[in-house]
């Protein structure tokens, strides 16, 4: 028996499984793709805007760094310091104190990384669902298949090795799609989730700078009162 015999003597059931199957492999593979263009920008657009916006802030160019952020759309860290430039830039003179920046420019970064962090995260969920319910649905399959078969052989009455081999052959079929389908989805959710949490730590500590600049500038400007 060849793979096409075994998918044409499929039942209904069978069929509707390895449908079901086929479609949420399409799905996982829609997924992947685009999390990989989106990452791949994403780390792109950062490595041009980290040394342009290293300059800004040296030569305390605020506004300047803001239209620096904005040309890098893609970039998890420009979105996430923008944030945190718009905030200081609009309230610097209502500022009282250091600490009165810090939580305006604090809450206004972790906002930002939040939001970041749950558009890059858009999807993986998908991945993980896929990658934990696809063998088992390739199995619902097989047990389907099998009694089918069991079914078949007790209404021939008449059994044998080769009449059950081959009904549990095409019963397998769906576990194997199962396999197929949920291993690139495990693979690939484990990557895009380190890469994730590599981004997290590169906005947090981009967070942290921006903060030490806020901070530094504004204490030298109280001080200077």
Request: net charge neutral; hydrophobic share 50%.
């Amino acid at each position: 028996m060849n793979l096409m015999h075994i998918l044409m003597e499929q039942s209904v059931a069978g069929w509707a499984v390895l449908l079901f199957l086929v479609l949420l492999s399409v799905y996982s593979l829609a997924v992947m793709f685009e999390k990989w263009r989106a990452y791949r920008a994403a780390r792109k657009e950062s490595l041009q805007f980290l040394p342009a916006f290293v300059r800004c802030l040296k030569d305390s160019r605020i506004q300047e760094a803001i239209e620096t952020s904005r040309k890098y759309r893609h970039s998890h860290l420009a979105k996430v310091v923008a944030a945190g430039l718009m905030e200081y830039s609009l309230d610097e003179g209502e500022f009282k104190d250091a600490h009165d920046m810090i939580g305006a420019v604090g809450r206004a970064l972790d906002r930002a990384n939040a939001l970041t962090s749950a558009e890059l995260k858009k999807g993986l969920g998908g991945l993980a669902t896929i990658g934990s319910t696809a063998p088992f649905i390739g199995l619902f399959g097989t047990v389907i298949g099998i009694i089918n078969a069991f079914q078949g052989i007790a209404a021939a009455g008449s059994g044998g090795l080769a009449s059950v081999s081959a009904g549990i052959s095409e019963a397998l079929i769906a576990t194997a799609f199962g396999l197929i389908v949920a291993i690139p989805a495990v693979m690939a959710f484990n990557y895009f989730t380190s890469v994730l949490e590599r981004f997290q730590i590169e906005m947090s500590n981009s967070s942290a700078e921006l903060m030490d600049f806020f901070l530094k500038k504004t204490e030298a400007l109280h001080a200077g009162r």
